[in-house]
């Protein structure tokens, strides 16, 4: 039976992590792990009398936007901020667990889980988020790229907080768009999972382009010789987006694990690439500075 | 630790053990059985109730996290004179409840759509009902029951 302390303070919260504590933010994932006895936390530091704003918010702040750790999923989808510069989160995050999952689970929560099939981070890593994390001597921020470094694993230290996520506003891509794998739509963990965003030139063929792929390594991978593949490809091409689809498949190693083997992963990349030139791609809104 | 919420519009202060889960309080504290456990770890709604107008699920929540909080269970929707609530007529009418292990999770959500969206559209519905599953009715009865009660709080039906 663990203790509960519920800080008033971001000094108070700062004092418990240095002390150890485990912190309960939405409890979507740490309470299912106590329940299998995967973790058994002496005290669970709880966030919700928390009076600091820095943790709940989402602000402009000029070329970034700015999220507090502790912002549920369904106020980021909610926010105008959010569908506004970041429309490939907001599709991510409209495919996490259910409703009332979204209305619990927070998006520092789904970063700090680590997870390769965590439905947030594809998105976050085209996106170059950058993660801020707080201690009592201080923060520092650093891309969340470098942030993950395994399943479940971070370069957070013991006394330090995720506190806020900071995302580089977009201007130069005109598409975005996400597309998970899974056994049902709701409540399932991807078998894949793929984030996009694309830069066109005026006569529509690709000048930008950033892939992120869910459950496909032990973090969230990149897939730099397929991105240069599409360069230069028109959107309305299907045999460019068939060689760089036949490009993914060689580019990536992915895992086998109890959700799908390798060769179906490599298989689906491709497919994922493919729809890229077929699906209806969701159109970056005009936002200030937006081409 | 002493623990203050609004149960169900009603003001309540209880001693409890600040990591009692919601569920156990609920059930077996207070005595609302109403709301269901089936699967104990967010994957089915069962547990669904309402925090602070959001939908939430008991079975992930623990006594410290509702302080100060308003919550809403199935047995909060009946009218002071016990009459149902148009959405659980609908479920009723519509044929929509079979064994009834899911149907307060049902009802609060489509409870909590309806608040938010009068008149949804099918598509709408399944998404509000995306969280909770239903092991007997395949589902269609309670379609037909959303959108019943739809229909009723929209005062187009009697």
């Not at chain 1, 989160?89 to 997870?115: E, K, W």
């Not at chain 1, 984030?195 to 969230?220: F, P, Q």
């Not at chain 2, 909060?76 to 079979?98: K, N």
Request: aromatic letters at 4%; proline letters at 6%.
């Amino acid at each position: 039976m663990p203790a509960v302390i519920l800080p008033q303070t971001l000094d108070e919260l700062l004092d418990l992590k240095a002390q150890g504590h485990t912190i309960l933010a939405g409890g979507t994932d740490l309470f299912v792990h106590m329940r299998n006895k995967k973790i058994q936390p002496q005290t669970l530091v709880c966030l919700d009398q928390l009076k600091d704003k820095g943790l709940r918010e989402v602000a402009d702040t000029g070329d970034e936007i700015c999220i507090g750790a502790a912002v549920t999923h369904s106020r980021l989808i909610q926010n105008p901020l959010v569908q506004q510069h970041f429309p490939v989160l907001i599709q991510a995050l409209d495919t996490l667990g259910s409703p009332q999952i979204r209305n619990m689970g927070t998006l520092g929560g789904n970063i700090m889980t680590a997870s390769p099939a965590g439905d947030s981070l594809p998105p976050l890593y085209v996106l170059d988020a950058q993660v801020e994390l707080a201690g009592k001597n201080g923060s520092r921020r650093m891309s969340l790229s470098r942030f993950i470094t395994g399943p479940g694993a971070t370069g957070l230290n013991p006394e330090e907080i995720l506190y806020r996520i900071w995302i580089p506003k977009q201007p130069s891509y005109d598409l975005h768009h996400f597309e998970k794998v899974g056994h049902r739509k709701s409540l399932s963990i991807a078998i894949l999972s793929m984030a996009a965003l694309i830069g066109l030139t005026g006569d529509r063929k690709i000048r930008a382009v950033r892939l992120a792929w869910g459950s496909l390594g032990k973090t969230i991978a990149t897939s730099p010789e397929t991105e240069k593949r599409l360069m230069g490809t028109p959107m309305d091409d299907p045999a460019g987006f068939i060689l760089a689809a036949a490009r993914i498949r060689e580019e990536v190693s992915p895992i086998s694990d109890v959700r799908a083997g390798a060769d179906y992963r490599r298989q689906v990349a491709g497919n994922l690439v493919l729809r890229l030139c077929q699906g209806p791609l969701e159109p970056l809104k005009q936002g200030p500075g937006a081409v | 630790m002493k623990l203050s919420f609004t149960l169900n519009h009603n003001a309540l202060t209880l001693e409890t053990e600040p990591d009692r889960r919601v569920i156990d309080l609920l059930r077996e504290d207070l005595g609302l059985t109403g709301t269901k456990e089936a699967c104990g770890e967010g994957e089915c709604g069962a547990c669904t109730i309402r925090v602070n107008k959001e939908l939430r699920l008991a079975c992930l929540m623990i006594a410290a996290q509702i302080e100060g909080c308003s919550i809403e269970t199935i047995e909060g929707l009946a009218g002071p004179d016990q009459a149902l609530h148009p959405v659980q007529e609908a479920f009723v009418q519509a044929g929509a409840v079979q064994c009834g292990f899911c149907t307060p999770g049902m009802v609060m959500a489509v409870t909590d759509l309806l608040e938010a969206i009068p008149d949804p559209d099918e598509t709408q519905i399944r998404k509000a009902l995306s969280g909770n599953l239903c092991r007997c009715t395949g589902y269609q009865k309670i379609m037909d029951a959303a959108q019943l009660a739809a229909k009723k709080e929209n005062k187009c039906l009697p």
